[in-house]
């Protein structure tokens, strides 16, 4: 569908499939962010598992992002420049066969010490969250979401099993704006707009 140059008339009709389009997109991303921080709650990271390729995925991303720095806040600027945007392309594309939804746009948080907000979370595909999220949790970054749920807890429980994010449902509760519909399908992967190179700042 396109909406045309500016200044272009609009079909009412597009306009309308246009807006329940984005609808649905926004209800996948705040399912996504919901979903993922309620599992962070009831888990350390570090006992996470997000995909059955974990291991993959993260030797693979210290492969080819040696320098990245999963202690500091990530360079948008840098993540979404040329250079940047053909690294992360030749990164994602490996999984295009393999991960359900690896070019789907989502929401990352900047840095493995902010909650998600408006201020503190960037755009990016599930495969640039996957891969980032998995080294974070692995470094043991994200362990204090859990320790603030449960300040009580202060015991590494080694016992625990590893759950996984990958095709997970929606954590009951989770906060969908009350303006936005639930979906009747899920909206078309973003193919086109690959969010660029990861480097920290």
């Known amino acids: 569908m396109s909406l045309g140059p500016p200044g272009a008339s609009l079909n009412p009709e597009e306009a309308d499939n246009f807006e329940d389009i984005e609808k649905q ?47 500091a806040t990530i360079n948008e600027d840098e993540m979404k420049s040329k250079a940047g945007k053909e690294r992360w392309r030749n990164f994602i594309m490996t999984y295009e066969k ?19 907000g408006e201020k ?10 996957y891969a980032i999220e998995i080294v974070r949790n692995r470094e043991g970054l994200n362990d204090w979401i859990y320790e603030k749920a449960h ?24 906060e969908v704006p009350p303006e936005v519909a639930e979906p009747e399908e899920e909206p078309a992967a973003v193919q086109d707009s690959v969010p660029t190179g990861a480097a920290a700042s």
């Open 98 to 116: 393999k991960i359900d939804d690896y070019n789907f746009g989502t929401m990352l948080r900047a840095n493995p010490g902010f909650e998600y």
């Open 151 to 174: 300040p009580e807890d202060k015991r590494v429980d080694e016992t625990a099993p590893a759950a996984k994010l990958e095709n997970a449902e929606p954590a009951k509760g989770a």
């Open 25 to 71: 997109f926004a209800v996948k991303v705040v399912q996504h962010m919901s979903t993922y921080w309620a599992i962070l709650e009831k888990m350390r990271g570090s006992k996470l598992r997000l995909t059955k390729f974990d291991d993959e995925i993260y030797a693979h991303f210290k492969k080819e992002f040696p320098d990245f720095d999963a202690t």
């Open 120 to 129: 503190e979370s960037i755009f990016a595909v599930r495969m640039q969250f």
